[in-house]
């Protein structure tokens, strides 16, 4: 496994509706509808030109073929706190992507976002293996999500120093 982000792209459109709308992402998200395609391609466009949210696709340079095996999205709260989202590829799920996105995503949001001191991840406490995944990268419960309240809020305190 050699993982490699890259911004996300136009051409990534398709992937970031795959994974969206697959059973166990849609199980585990605030909108657990299955969204339309011309939603999803608004919703896309927009944040592709959002520049209070960074999207990532994480690729491993190992694999034949397509590499994409998830993405990693940031999204700024405030000037010094950001939201982190994280998704893997149903068919790549289990195999330790999610560890490596999440960290090789962390280090290039805060290298490129200097002034984040907090990232937030929202999370339902059925979700063990992102519990697990964020608690094990020192992510602390804080409370409740204030969009949502069946999910709990975690936080991790940057330190920068420390994180990249």
Not at 99 to 112: A, D, H, V
Request: proline share 2%; hydrophobic share 30%.
């Amino acid at each position: 496994m050699k993982i490699r982000l890259r911004k996300t792209a136009e051409k990534d459109s398709e992937f970031y509706f795959y994974i969206r709308n697959h059973e166990w992402t849609r199980f585990n998200a605030r909108n657990q509808d299955i969204v339309p395609i011309e939603v999803h391609e608004d919703w896309f466009s927009k944040s592709l030109q959002n520049k209070e949210r960074s999207m990532y696709v994480a690729e491993d340079d190992c694999l034949e073929g397509d590499k994409r095996v998830g993405h990693i999205r940031f999204d700024l709260e405030s000037y010094t706190e950001a939201e982190i989202s994280i998704f893997v590829h149903p068919d790549f799920q289990s195999r330790g992507y999610g560890r490596e996105i999440l960290e090789e995503g962390m280090k290039r949001y805060l290298t490129e976002m200097k002034q984040v001191e907090k990232l937030i991840a929202c999370i339902l406490p059925t979700n063990i293996r992102s519990l697990r995944l964020f608690q094990s990268r020192g992510f602390k419960k804080v409370g409740i999500d204030p969009k949502e309240s069946r999910f709990e809020k975690y936080r991790l305190e940057t330190h920068k120093n420390d994180t990249i």
